[in-house]
Structure formats: C-alpha cells, structure tokens
C-alpha cells in the first residue's frame, strides 16, 4: 500500500512539474534541394525532436511535398508529431508557409485562422493549441517573418493581429515568435517607441537584445517570443534562449549554415 501511495504521489508530482518547450526557427530557404540532402535533414530532425510544438519559417512549399518529405522524415524517428499549416505567402516568387510541428500526445490544435488585415508580407497564421500538461491550458501562437525592409511596419501591425486573436479565439494567453528582424540594423531603438509591441505595459519580450540570434555571429536578435501579460504568468522566462546546435551537434560553421543561418529560439511554459 505504502508502495503504491509513494508511486501514486510521483506520478502526481510528475503531471504537476512537466511543461511544454517551444521554438520558432526559421529554417533558411527550406525547399526541395535542402529537403533530399540527408545530412543537413538528420541535424533538423533532431531539433524538431527537441520540441512539443516548434513554428518553422522559410519553408517553400507550393503543393505540400516539401512540408510531408519533413514530416516522413521526422516520423521515422517518433511517430509524435503533426502539423499544421498556412497556405503559401508572400508576394511573387518569394511565397512561404507558416509550419508547426507539435506532438499530439502533449497538445492538440483547438482552432486556427488566417489574418486577413493589411501591413505584412506573410501575414500571420494564427493558431490556438491546448493542453492538459500546463498552468495554462488554452494559448495562442502568432507566427510572423518580416521582411529586412519593412520590418518596423511589420511590427507596428502585430498589435492588430493580438486584438483580432483575443477577439476571435477568446483568448489572452498569446505568443508572438518568429523572425522579427528586430535587429538594430532594421529596427532601430528610435522607432522602438513607435510600436506597440514594444510597450512593456502590455507585452513581455523574452529573447533580449542582447541575444545574437545567428548562426554566423553578427549580433543581432533577429528571432523573438513576445508574450501578453495573461501568458507571461504561465512561462518560465530564465528558460528562454537559443538553442545552438552548432556547438550542441559540434558542427563546423560550415555545416551548421548549410542548417540554417539562424538559430531556434525557444522558452516553456510551466
């Protein structure tokens, strides 16, 4: 009987204290040449594996291949996962999906939808996950790659996409992560008061400026998560970060860009 309160009081403690890690990683020009080189695709596999749920940015997609060839991929290893999608977006020949992979035995989709507003190359694809391992069960993630040249008006219309998010799905815990291009290069500390996003009232920014985000070292934090104050209550801010899988995997830098040339950022929600 002791036995079997103390297993029964571990497995409590265990429900209690697991959470969820999340990254946002973009995946550099991730098409159908990078998605048959087994090297590079044994290096991504391992770090989606890393993850419950993980967005992937610069997939190029234009009928699906490219998307099932990752999931086939990563399946072999842990038959875990699922995805969700955007359509492919952007102008031109510069179109891009919006990829989550999340593991279905942790989370599952609750309700999604595409942002329809102006102001964005690739308008955000917004997705709401639950899941019965967390303080907070109900979330929203909005992913977003800006563009170099637009990145401050990119930012400025993220507080569009929130509002409509609350409205929409009901809901107040909210990430936004992805690829800002919030280096100073391209949004300079002057225009910073200019977006809301940046209102320290309302949002919380997780990866600091400080954080060089690349592969390469140019020392920028390009790749952010920014919270609400709702979803901040349920995270656990020292865990954000980078995770760098070039020292991690000890690759050369040369195999590390043929990776990417950014690296994932990530934090948990207890």
């Given at each position: 009987?002791?036995?079997?309160?103390?297993?029964?009081?571990?497995?409590?403690?265990?429900?209690?204290?697991?959470?969820?890690?999340?990254?946002?990683?973009?995946?550099?020009c991730f098409g159908e040449k990078k998605s048959q080189n087994k090297d590079v695709m044994g290096n991504i596999t391992e770090i989606v594996q890393r993850y419950?749920?993980?967005?992937?940015?610069?997939?190029?997609?234009?009928?699906?291949?490219?998307?099932?060839?990752?999931?086939?991929?990563?399946?072999?290893?842990?038959?875990?996962?699922?995805n969700i999608s955007s359509d492919p977006l952007g102008p031109g020949g510069h179109k891009e999906r919006y990829l989550f992979l999340y593991k279905h035995h942790?989370v599952s989709v609750k309700g999604s939808f595409q942002y329809a507003g102006t102001g964005f190359n690739r308008p955000p694809f917004v997705v709401q996950f639950?899941?019965?391992?967390?303080?907070?069960?109900?979330?929203?993630?909005?992913?977003?790659?800006?563009?170099?040249?637009?990145?401050?008006?990119?930012?400025?219309?993220?507080?569009?996409?929130?509002?409509?998010?609350?409205?929409?799905?009901?809901?107040?815990?909210?990430?936004?992560?992805?690829?800002?291009?919030?280096?100073?290069?391209?949004?300079?500390?002057?225009?910073?008061?200019?977006?809301?996003?940046?209102?320290?009232?309302?949002?919380?920014?997780?990866?600091?400026?400080?954080?060089?985000?690349?592969?390469?070292?140019?020392?920028?934090?390009?790749?952010?998560?920014?919270?609400?104050?709702?979803?901040?209550?349920?995270?656990?801010?020292?865990?954000?970060?980078?995770?760098?899988?070039?020292?991690?995997?000890?690759?050369?830098?040369?195999?590390?860009?043929?990776?990417?040339?950014?690296?994932?950022?990530?934090?948990?929600?207890?």
């Amino acid at each position: 009987m002791r036995l079997l309160c103390a297993l029964g009081l571990f497995l409590a403690l265990l429900h209690v204290t697991s959470c969820l890690l999340i990254g946002a990683f973009n995946i550099q020009c991730f098409g159908e040449k990078k998605s048959q080189n087994k090297d590079v695709m044994g290096n991504i596999t391992e770090i989606v594996q890393r993850y419950d749920i993980i967005l992937i940015q610069e997939v190029r997609d234009k009928d699906g291949t490219v998307t099932q060839s990752l999931m086939d991929l990563v399946n072999q290893v842990s038959h875990q996962f699922r995805n969700i999608s955007s359509d492919p977006l952007g102008p031109g020949g510069h179109k891009e999906r919006y990829l989550f992979l999340y593991k279905h035995h942790m989370v599952s989709v609750k309700g999604s939808f595409q942002y329809a507003g102006t102001g964005f190359n690739r308008p955000p694809f917004v997705v709401q996950f639950s899941s019965t391992q967390t303080a907070v069960t109900d979330f929203v993630l909005i992913p977003i790659h800006t563009s170099p040249s637009t990145a401050v008006e990119e930012l400025k219309a993220l507080a569009d996409v929130v509002n409509e998010a609350k409205g929409k799905l009901q809901n107040n815990n909210i990430m936004v992560l992805g690829d800002f291009n919030a280096g100073s290069n391209y949004v300079p500390m002057s225009k910073r008061p200019t977006i809301p996003l940046f209102d320290t009232n309302v949002f919380h920014w997780l990866i600091a400026n400080t954080v060089d985000t690349t592969v390469s070292g140019s020392k920028q934090a390009y790749d952010r998560i920014v919270v609400t104050d709702d979803m901040y209550n349920g995270m656990n801010p020292l865990s954000a970060g980078i995770f760098d899988f070039k020292s991690q995997y000890a690759l050369t830098l040369d195999q590390a860009k043929a990776v990417s040339d950014h690296f994932p950022v990530e934090v948990q929600i207890s």
